[in-house]
């Protein structure tokens, strides 16, 4: 990783990624302390249903996207998966339908608020202020804000880009930090939305834009699902910090509990780092390769999980 996005991983960032497992811990004692009185609001009606809807992206691999059949796939959709297992414990009922809705970066937040997803199974940053309005899930991935240009462009960094055309992907934490780094530095950029990572690619790819910022493994994984290594290239300095998390209702602690639990026994089972592997480092079931490492603080995040549901044990 860049030295801007590490030193935030090693001060706040590390310690973002802490409250949201501490968030957790506390969620599993009142789950506790409450589980006798029945099931909560949002486990109710899963049960009811006898389903759990999960959010998807369409192109956010390998986090979330449609292999050849149109069926969603991903990392962030296996862990969602390990969750309504759990669910399916926690409720009695061990055959849960799921039901697969597709949402994008800009409807996202309100598809949770709005009870039309239990889950969420993208690649959404976990942020302070998002913290105020939905809940999430221990961390499962650190990006950071990149851009995608082509080729032979002459463009190494942001600064290039002055007076120039930039996309984002619209309800991003991106165009917050575009928005910012415009600002801080003058640049006078024309910054443009799309609706999805895929249009954000191919305004670039149509010459329609310069410049493509998101978070760094998005790009590269919309480079090798395109076969476009040898036209594009990810550039620049960090522009963000962007742990991810799995997204659902603020104020359900017993749903809170389950999705720990889920994420403990991920753990204990020494499972997260070869699921890491499956997604991130072998060849996607679509058939390209991202040969992205895991980073140490990642790792460093999954063995605290791990010893944590060694000590529960």
């Known amino acids: 990783m860049g030295q801007t996005l590490a030193r935030s991983l090693t001060s706040g960032g590390l310690l973002?990624?802490?409250s949201l497992l501490a968030t957790s811990w506390f969620a599993t004692s009142t789950s506790a302390q409450t589980g006798g009185e029945g099931l909560s609001p949002a486990l109710s009606a899963i049960k009811k249903a006898h389903t759990v809807r999960l959010g998807y992206r369409e192109s956010s691999p390998p986090f979330s996207f449609l292999d050849?059949?149109?069926r969603p796939i991903g990392y962030s959709l296996e862990l969602c998966e390990a969750i309504v297992e759990e669910i399916g414990v926690e409720v009695d009922d061990p055959n849960l339908r799921i039901d697969y809705v597709k949402?994008?970066?800009?409807?996202r937040?309100?598809?949770v608020l709005q009870n039309k997803i239990d889950l969420e199974c993208g690649s959404t940053t976990a942020n302070a202020e998002r913290g105020k309005r939905v809940a999430f899930s221990p961390l499962i991935f650190v990006a950071g804000t990149k851009l995608m240009v082509p080729k032979g462009a002459g463009i190494s960094g942001v600064a290039d880009l002055k007076g120039r055309t930039i996309v984002v992907t619209k309800g991003t934490t991106n165009e917050q930090a575009i928005h910012a780094v415009d600002?801080?530095?003058?640049?006078?950029?024309?910054?443009v939305t799309?609706?999805?990572?895929?249009?954000?690619?191919?305004?670039?790819?149509?010459g329609k834009a310069d410049a493509f910022a998101t978070d760094d493994i998005l790009l590269h994984g919309l480079i090798a699902r395109h076969k476009a290594q040898e036209y594009f290239r990810v550039v620049g300095d960090y522009l963000s910090?962007?742990?991810?998390?799995?997204m659902f209702r603020k104020g359900e602690p017993q749903l809170s509990a389950v999705v720990e639990r889920a994420f403990r026994k991920l753990g204990s089972n020494r499972d997260l780092v070869p699921l890491y592997n499956k997604w991130f480092t072998a060849r996607l079931p679509t058939g390209e390769r991202l040969n992205v490492p895991i980073s140490l603080q990642l790792e460093e995040a999954f063995k605290?999980?791990?010893?944590?549901?060694?000590?529960?044990?």
Do not use: C, R, W
Not at 241 to 246: L, Q, R, S
């Open 68 to 70: 050849q059949s149109g």
């Open 109 to 111: 937040i309100d598809a």
């Open 103 to 107: 949402v994008t970066s800009d409807d």
């Open 16 to 18: 973002l990624a802490a």
């Open 183 to 191: 600002k801080k530095l003058s640049l006078g950029l024309n910054i």
């Open 241 to 246: 910090y962007d742990p991810y998390g799995i």
């Open 194 to 206: 799309a609706p999805d990572h895929e249009q954000s690619f191919q305004m670039v790819n149509d």
């Open 304 to 313: 605290a999980m791990d010893d944590s549901a060694s000590a529960n044990n």
